[in-house]
T-cell receptor, first 115, second 114 residues
Framework: EAGVVQSPRYKIIEKKQPVAFWCNPISGHNTLYWYRQNLGQGPELLIRYENEEAVDDSQLPKDRFSAERLKGVDSTLKIQPAELGDSAVYLC?????????????FGAGSRLTVL | AQTVTQSQPEMSVQEAETVTLSCTYDTSESDYYLFWYKQPPSRQMILVIRQEAYKQQNATENRFSVNFQKAAKSFSLKISDSQLGDAAMYFCAFFQGGSEKLVFGKGMKLTVNP
């Protein structure tokens, strides 16, 4: 089966510009996560979806970040406007939950550089 | 809140030798899962091994095994017969069913010397 697909792999923008990241999870995985990984750190959760519903967005900076998962499949994470501190790798992951022993499968990530 | 601590930021090992990566965690829950993920320079987070907290038997996957000490909240990873391809960042992670999120440690960089 295809893995979790993310795009773009790399994005360089100037501060105050908008940026969007796209994620296509594994087919049949109802739960989707967006994580942010700063350089030299472990990933930190931004938002979790169960189908199309955002069930945990407590760590999402809502003044500039937004996300959606239309039809409960693909998801988009947007930043507007971007700030220098948003430079990081944005990871998408999906899982079937307890049916797969809660194993998350990750995409290759999108590396954002804000100049 | 659950926390995961990896106290060693870097380790190195000679090819074919054994290395142990340490991890401790903090939780008040009794039912949870623990994971080790590997992240090579390609950035893909790859599952190495998982352990269900209700199982007393330590998980093993080929050259990888864990030492799970539930009372001590310790979850170390042992890599036997280290190979050059094992060089990567290794992350210990905790998953608790109630919150349904994976919490990661800061990671540890493993270097394998030929």
């Amino acid at each position: 089966e295809a893995g979790v697909v993310q795009s773009p792999r790399y994005k360089i923008i100037e501060k105050k510009q908008p940026v969007a990241f796209w994620c296509n999870p594994i087919s049949g995985h109802n739960t989707l996560y967006w994580y942010r990984q700063n350089l030299g750190q472990g990933p930190e959760l931004l938002i979790r979806y169960e189908n199309e519903e955002a069930v945990d967005d407590s760590q999402l900076p809502k003044d500039r970040f937004s996300a959606e998962r239309l039809k409960g499949v693909d998801s988009t994470l947007k930043i507007q406007p971007a700030e220098l501190g948003d430079s990081a790798v944005y990871l998408c992951a999906s899982t079937r939950g307890w049916e797969s022993s809660n194993v998350l499968t990750f995409g290759a990530g999108s590396r954002l550089t804000v100049l | 809140a659950q926390t995961v601590t990896q106290s060693q930021p870097e380790m190195s090992v000679q090819e074919a030798e054994t290395v142990t990566l340490s991890c401790t965690y903090d939780t008040s829950e009794s039912d949870y899962y623990l994971f080790w993920y590997k992240q090579p320079p390609s950035r893909q987070m790859i599952l190495v091994i998982r352990q269900e907290a209700y199982k007393q038997q330590n998980a093993t996957e080929n050259r990888f095994s864990v030492n799970f000490q539930k009372a001590a909240k310790s979850f170390s990873l042992k890599i036997s017969d280290s190979q050059l391809g094992d060089a990567a960042m290794y992350f210990c992670a905790f998953f608790q069913g109630g919150s349904e999120k994976l919490v990661f440690g800061k990671g540890m960089k493993l270097t394998v010397n030929p």
